[in-house]
């Protein structure tokens, strides 16, 4: 059955995060791991923990068969089926992330709301986490709190100080309750679905095990991506072009009649799925 079933979507609702009765076949999981792997090793100056956007076309393209097994899972028919799930026929692929921790050395991420750094609005996003290896306590897995995401708001966030952060803000520990958290735990292959709202992080690892994960970030046709809107940039090891990130309408249509599906992409290259038409891209500027 294409999608979530009627008791995951209930769970999402309420919880904020759901693990759906999905799994990658073992061919598309050993192609994306070895993905992650030479991503990984094309990046040895950038932290592993926060590999921003993979899919993305770049200038200077030394490796386009790499971004485009990034592209192709974020497309994937069986993935939007489950999206389309929770965030209705409209989506629009904005964003995906390789977060991989080194076995040992993984840099702990602190309690955040995702939406704190996005221009959308309205905001909403559904992200699918997908398990590259096997992700549980010890080797720092997702961690969240369910129901976090029911106010529809923003919490309040401050600086986050440390070299072993990931993120340099984290919601303030008056708003929740840490003692609520549950983890997220995944075997490689499985995936998670959680709301822009979530209140989410994750512990170091100090385990023997890396644990890479992959998340995808969709938003309904109906927000807007405001390209002018200054939301500052969630890390310091490493910087968002929000103004000039390309998004793909994956599926359905774009309702607000204001999203740009031209900007940042190739000029020779154009994106399209069975259930989507996507305008011709225009050509990148200095």
Not at 14 to 37: I, K, N, Q, T
């Amino acid at each position: 059955m294409a999608g979530l079933t009627a008791s995951e979507i209930e769970t999402y609702r309420r919880d904020g995060l759901v693990v759906p009765s999905f799994h990658l076949g073992e061919a598309r999981l050993e192609r994306l791991r070895g993905a992650v792997e030479r991503l990984v090793d094309a990046n040895p100056d950038v932290p592993p923990e926060y590999l921003i956007g993979p899919h993305i076309p770049r200038p200077d393209d030394r490796d386009p068969e790499l971004r485009r097994e990034f592209l192709d899972l974020c497309l994937d028919a069986e993935i939007l089926d489950l999206v389309e799930s929770v965030i209705g026929p409209d989506i629009i692929l904005w964003s995906s992330g390789v977060f991989c921790k080194p076995a040992g050395v993984g840099r702990e991420v602190p309690w955040h709301q995702d939406g704190q750094y996005w221009p959308l609005r309205p905001l909403a996003t559904c992200s699918v986490w997908v398990a590259v290896d096997d992700s549980f306590p010890a080797n720092g897995c997702m961690r969240y709190i369910p129901g976090s995401h029911g106010p529809r708001r923003l919490y309040r966030h401050e600086h986050a100080r440390g070299d072993e952060l990931v993120l340099n803000r984290q919601v303030a520990p008056s708003e929740f309750d840490p003692g609520a958290a549950r983890d997220d735990v995944l075997r490689a292959g499985e995936l998670s679905l959680h709301d822009v709202h979530l209140v989410h992080g994750s512990n170091p690892n100090r385990s023997g095990s890396r644990r890479a994960g992959y998340v995808m970030r969709y938003f309904p046709g109906t927000t807007f991506y405001d390209r002018e809107m200054d939301v500052g940039q969630s890390s310091d090891i490493g910087v968002s072009d929000f103004a000039r990130r390309p998004i793909w309408l994956a599926r359905g249509a774009d309702r607000t009649g204001r999203n740009d599906f031209r900007i940042g992409h190739r000029p020779d290259e154009g994106v399209r799925s069975p259930r989507a038409t996507i305008p011709a891209p225009a050509p990148l500027r200095c």
